[in-house]
């Protein structure tokens, strides 16, 4: 592969889920392991692309600014894939696989990407696919209720998000479910481990206990 990292390849853990539905809080959580090298979403970045809120301008505008966003977040997402780090085990929030699979599946749905940008993301996919070693070792599916998630997100009141509506988020969790959970979408790049995140953060703890030891000590 021409752009494949000459360092050993960490073991490669993604976590997966619905807006709000807690990756964050496991990314938190697995900051205290020292052999693991923890990846949040490059959301910041998509706030501020030489001074331009890229998150904002996509919910403010979906259909003029679909295109613009997720060519954005392919490219950071990459940069998170070929992030290098002396660390054995890497875990990232989300990744170029639910970029794709998951958001510009629903803009393509939605009518909101044009076929022919569309086909320039998917190609660009493609490339990266057979050219860049994007390898994932296991995913983590933090599955929830749409309901949950809602609730959670008002909570949260992340300004960009205000437009955000219930029946997105339902529509959101189904293209996850049919991709992780049935494994009736698309092809999965790792095995899926899942976890119950409906649980509230007290509760949540005992549940992270079932893929610390699949994420732990592991090595490629
Ligand atoms: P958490 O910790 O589970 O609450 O995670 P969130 O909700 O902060 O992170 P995420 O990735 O579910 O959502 C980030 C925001 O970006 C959300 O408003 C959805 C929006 N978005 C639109 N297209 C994409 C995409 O391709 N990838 C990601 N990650 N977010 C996208």
Same mark, same amino acid.
């Given at each position: 592969?021409?752009? +494949?990292?000459?360092?050993?390849?960490?073991?490669?853990?993604?976590?997966?889920? @619905?807006?709000?539905?807690?990756?964050?809080?496991?990314? @938190? $959580?697995? @900051?205290?392991?020292?052999?693991?090298?923890?990846?949040?979403?490059?959301?910041?970045?998509?706030?501020?692309?030489?001074? $331009?809120?890229?998150?904002?301008?996509?919910?403010?505008?979906?259909?003029?600014?679909?295109? %613009?966003? *997720?060519?954005?977040?392919?490219?950071?997402?990459? *940069?998170?894939?070929?992030? *290098? %780090?002396?660390?054995?085990?890497?875990?990232?929030?989300?990744?170029?696989?639910?970029?794709?699979?998951?958001?510009?599946?629903?803009?393509?749905?939605?009518? +909101?990407? !044009? *076929?022919?940008?569309?086909?320039?993301?998917?190609?660009?996919? /493609?490339?990266?696919?057979?050219?860049?070693?994007?390898?994932?070792?296991?995913?983590?599916?933090?599955? %929830?209720? !749409?309901?949950?998630?809602?609730?959670?997100?008002?909570?949260? @009141?992340?300004?960009?998000?205000?437009?955000?509506?219930?029946?997105?988020? /339902?529509?959101?969790? /189904?293209?996850?479910?049919?991709?992780?959970? $049935?494994?009736?979408?698309?092809? +999965?790049?790792?095995?899926? =481990?899942? =976890?119950?995140?409906? +649980?509230?953060?007290?509760?949540?703890?005992?549940?992270?206990?079932?893929?610390?030891? $699949?994420?732990?000590?592991?090595?490629?």
């Amino acid at each position: 592969m021409a752009f +494949l990292n000459k360092q050993k390849r960490p073991f490669t853990v993604v976590v997966e889920g @619905n807006i709000g539905c807690g990756k964050t809080t496991f990314l @938190n $959580h697995c @900051n205290k392991f020292n052999n693991v090298c923890v990846l949040a979403e490059p959301i910041e970045m998509w706030r501020n692309c030489n001074n $331009h809120n890229l998150l904002g301008l996509l919910y403010q505008d979906i259909k003029k600014w679909s295109f %613009t966003f *997720q060519s954005y977040v392919q490219l950071t997402m990459l *940069q998170q894939h070929t992030k *290098q %780090t002396s660390c054995p085990i890497k875990l990232m929030e989300r990744s170029i696989y639910s970029a794709r699979y998951c958001f510009v599946e629903k803009m393509k749905q939605d009518g +909101l990407i !044009p *076929q022919a940008s569309a086909a320039v993301i998917d190609k660009h996919f /493609q490339w990266i696919r057979e050219n860049v070693d994007i390898t994932v070792d296991l995913i983590v599916y933090l599955r %929830t209720t !749409p309901e949950v998630v809602y609730e959670r997100m008002l909570k949260r @009141n992340r300004s960009e998000e205000k437009s955000v509506s219930l029946e997105y988020l /339902q529509a959101l969790h /189904q293209i996850h479910e049919d991709w992780l959970y $049935h494994k009736s979408l698309f092809d +999965l790049p790792a095995n899926v =481990l899942v =976890l119950n995140a409906n +649980l509230d953060k007290s509760a949540i703890c005992e549940e992270y206990l079932k893929v610390e030891g $699949h994420i732990l000590n592991k090595s490629v």
